[in-house]
């Protein structure tokens, strides 16, 4: 599904915008980004160490110089986290376990963004962490009504934020969002209600057998957008 998100930022972004990066992973779509936004900026937010490193050195070949990366984890508030996985795949944890995990600085998204002049577009993928995330960016969103892109995963909502993965569409629509699923042809398909993706969720891991491993992505659009983000 890389290709279909790939294209649908670069049809969204354009060279003044700022653009927010939560979970870069290795950095591909922040990458993508910092070559489109001639005029603006990228703001991103990873917490695993080994993809930093790479995305730093990313950075300096590509001589990206409109590009600011955070080594946090995006969450409710300040406080610390507890991060395991493997690779460059990473799951991070508000409730503590006893071995194998690395700590992690949380911030709220509200907090590290709170100067910035324009906020146009947001994507989040951080395995199943959304829900518990978005609340750390009430104001945020409020404040400069960006698009968002995000990763919609149940099985990993349950599991990591402890929520039920409704709920997290029912609050980006409180915030006054449409959503729509994107396909992974790129094709974008509106839905009025989050029960109906959560149907169009279950339909599609029981037609690949898949045990409910199968994620969506997520296209937030605001009813209301700022001058920013017309």
Known sequence: MIKSITDLLQSLLKPEHVFLDIGCNVGWFSLI?????????????????????????????????????????????????????????????????????????????????????????????????????????????????????SEFHPKAIREYSRQEPQDYLEALVSMGYSLSVVEPTGKVIDFIDPSEIMTHWRNLNLQFDSRDAMHLDILARPSNPTEHSL
Not at 98 to 126: C, H, N, P, W
């Open 33 to 149: 980004a910092a070559s489109i936004l001639k005029k603006g900026k990228v703001i991103g937010v990873e917490p695993n160490q080994n993809n930093l490193q790479l995305l730093y050195r990313s950075m300096i070949e590509n001589q990206f110089d409109n590009m600011v990366i955070y080594p946090y984890a995006a969450t409710d508030r300040s406080r610390i986290l507890q991060m395991s996985g493997y690779g460059p795949y990473a799951y991070v944890h508000s409730i503590f376990k006893d071995a194998g995990f690395t700590y992690v600085q949380g911030i709220a998204i509200d907090e590290l963004v709170r100067d910035e002049s324009r906020l146009d577009v947001i994507k989040m993928d951080i395995e199943g962490h959304e829900p518990v995330a978005l609340q750390g960016m009430r104001r945020t969103i409020a404040r400069y009504r960006p698009i968002i892109v």
